[in-house]
């Protein structure tokens, strides 16, 4: 079957072969999957599960899968199981349509994010500071900082909503300028609203702030970033996933050359990522170690004896719970400062302590 042709009249057949390829792999399908080579989350209880798609010569190409079943990626080839050649003449046709295509579906996805982007800083712009006491910072013993709070029901797309109460953290481009949302509900569920990629938000003061002058925090996530800051009054910058960790660390350095950089790392003790076909234990370290290298930066992991970030080591010292060992005790260096870790120690690039 000729893709092209099937995409031009809806691309009934191909996606629908894709929809038996998810049903087959993880269990559920998008059921209008948009191919334009960007990342895409389904809707509803499919809210789980990411894609992206390509038109290629030979067919739509999709990589999706399900974030329930960590670092397991499925691939789908609409010309899985046909001839891998194409005669010459075909392939330059065939190449042609397909770069139309994908031109088109750039352009439709430029426009839909500016689009959302559009909603987006209107949202920013009319909502109010958040609640000190929203049920979400208040599970995590931290206060909204840079926060603010949906005061109304907000549709961002068709079936994608900001629900009246939910928390809206902003995601900063490196200019600046507002470029997404972080949405997160009173249950913990987080939603990415708009661009995340090479987003950060910085939380506290300059430099000058902080139990030790000069030095500069980056977390992975805003509660953790949070819970840093809390307990030592230095800046942090939060990157919102492992893949801003270096795009950060690079802009925090150009920044501020002469900045001590600590990364406080998650600490992500039994889950694997595959890299260069090898399998790496602890994605969270791994990718901060691999940014600290770069941009000449410290590595702080949580020490809970467990999977956990700075977060969560931050709640354990307020409320322990019953499984942490009683034994354990966090001394200071500053004892003005009760309940900070003396020190973390790992191979890494370089060894801090918070």
Request: proline share 6%.
């Amino acid at each position: 079957m000729d893709c092209i042709t099937a995409a031009e009249t809806s691309g009934v057949a191909s996606l629908t072969s894709l929809q038996d390829h998810m049903l087959a792999h993880i269990g559920a399908a998008i059921p209008d999957p948009i191919i334009n080579g960007h990342w895409h989350s389904g809707r509803g209880k499919l809210d789980k599960i990411s894609y992206v798609g390509h038109y290629l010569p030979k067919g739509i190409l999709v990589r999706y899968r399900d974030h329930r079943v960590p670092d397991v990626f499925h691939v789908y080839k609409e010309w899985e199981g046909s001839s891998e050649y194409l005669p010459s003449d075909e392939y330059r046709q065939r190449k042609a349509q397909a770069d139309t295509r994908a031109k088109a579906a750039a352009e439709d996805a430029a426009l839909a994010a500016a689009a959302t982007l559009d909603k987006l800083e209107g949202i920013w712009a009319s909502s109010p500071k958040a609640d000190l006491e929203h049920p979400y910072t208040d599970s995590k013993c931290i206060i909204p900082i840079g926060a603010k709070q949906a005061a109304e029901l907000h549709e961002i797309q068709p079936g994608q909503y900001i629900w009246q109460g939910d928390l809206l953290v902003p995601v900063y481009g490196h200019t600046g300028a507002l470029q997404g949302i972080q949405q997160i509900t009173a249950q913990g569920r987080k939603f990415a609203r708009g661009s995340f990629k090479n987003g950060l938000l910085w939380i506290g003061g300059d430099l000058t702030t902080g139990e030790v002058a000069g030095r500069l925090y980056i977390t992975e996530g805003w509660a953790t970033g949070i819970a840093v800051h809390m307990r030592t009054r230095n800046p942090v910058v939060v990157a919102f996933s492992t893949g801003n960790l270096l795009a950060t660390g690079q802009w925090a350095r150009g920044r501020h050359p002469s900045a001590m950089l600590i990364f406080a790392a998650d600490n992500d003790l039994g889950s694997f990522i595959t890299v260069q076909g090898q399998q790496v234990e602890n994605p969270g370290r791994y990718y901060a170690e691999q940014a600290a290298l770069a941009v000449d930066a410290a590595v702080v992991t949580p020490p809970l004896g467990k999977k956990g970030d700075w977060c969560d080591w931050h709640m354990a010292q307020i409320r322990p719970p019953p499984e942490i060992d009683p034994t354990l005790t966090w001394k200071s260096p500053n004892r003005n400062a009760p309940g900070r870790a003396e020190s973390v120690l790992f191979d890494s690039p370089k060894q801090e302590s918070l």
